[in-house]
């Protein structure tokens, strides 16, 4: 057991599998006592189980984000359980509506039913998510949240629109609430998070010659895994980022820092 997270109670939304799952589980080997939160029971008792099994501190609270009742019952889960909350990793996300076949589209065929849909779990929720652990966090004195955004926040990304929307708009509420809640000693950071092979289904698109392909073409390091997503997430959340807040981080194996054009530097054309 390591101990960065030392002395932390943190929740991770959307633990129960994938990033969050990774994330839960790094920061209980480092110390902080972890609330995991999802909707399907046994994943979630799973999670708990390997925690506690490795040494940790965690405890399983079963939670739809789509219900703010939920998220007030995790917030006191935590302070119940453990006596206080320092951390909030706003991670869980929408997946199951998005992707080929799914709900998510481009803005002339997306109902208003699916985006609500998206936009209840991927931005709506973080803000009940805030709105109610950020009061406990002030009254210890500190606290970190740490939000899993995506690049598609930041390029266009086509039949995502809501998803984009909202990642988007999680981006600028990170700078805000950096700002807004300074004062109380809780700081606001953001991961972009590049493409992550965090479930079967991320999986097969990769072994699709053209989704895959393409979608490897942009990293300029490898494809992304749910731990390098977690440690980056454990960094930020710990006191060793003390001095960053309002930071939006890219964690994408380069694909938001490369311009989509064609290598020049081979070209045989003289412009004079």
């Known amino acids: ?15 129960t599998r994938g990033i969050g799952r990774a994330t839960a589980i790094r920061m209980a080997a480092e110390g902080a006592r972890v609330v995991v939160t999802g909707r399907s029971e046994d994943d979630g008792r799973a ?5 506690g099994d490795a040494g ?14 939920d998220v007030i019952a995790m917030v006191r889960m935590a302070i119940d ?4 909350l320092t951390t909030l990793v706003n991670n869980a996300a929408p997946t199951e509506l998005m992707g080929p076949g799914r709900s998510d589209r481009r803005v002339t065929e997306l109902t208003d039913e699916a985006m609500d849909a998206i936009m209840l779990v991927a931005l709506k929720a973080v803000v009940w998510c805030c709105r109610h652990a950020i009061p406990e966090m002030a009254s210890g004195g500190s606290g970190s949240i740490v939000n899993i955004s995506s690049a598609a926040s930041i390029l266009g990304t086509p039949g995502l629109d809501a998803y984009t929307m909202a990642k988007g708009a999680l981006n600028t509420l990170t700078r805000s609430m950096a700002v807004e809640y300074a004062a109380d000693g809780i700081r606001s950071n953001c991961i972009v998070s590049g493409m992550v092979l965090t479930s079967p289904g991320a999986w097969k698109m990769m072994d699709d010659p053209v989704i895959g392909g393409a979608t490897r073409a942009m990293h300029l390091t490898r494809l992304g895994m749910p731990d390098d997503i977690a440690n980056a997430a454990l960094f930020l959340a710990s006191d060793e980022a003390a001095f960053i807040t309002g930071a939006i981080i890219p964690v994408d194996g380069g694909v938001t820092c490369r311009m989509p054009v064609p290598d020049i530097s081979a070209a045989r054309i003289h412009l004079e």
């Open 81 to 84: 359980r453990y006596g206080s």
């Open 1 to 15: 057991m390591g101990s960065r997270m030392a002395g932390k109670v943190a929740i991770v939304t959307g633990s």
């Open 47 to 51: 999670v708990e189980r390997e925690i």
């Open 56 to 69: 940790g501190e965690a405890v399983y609270v079963q939670t739809d984000l789509a219900r703010e009742a």
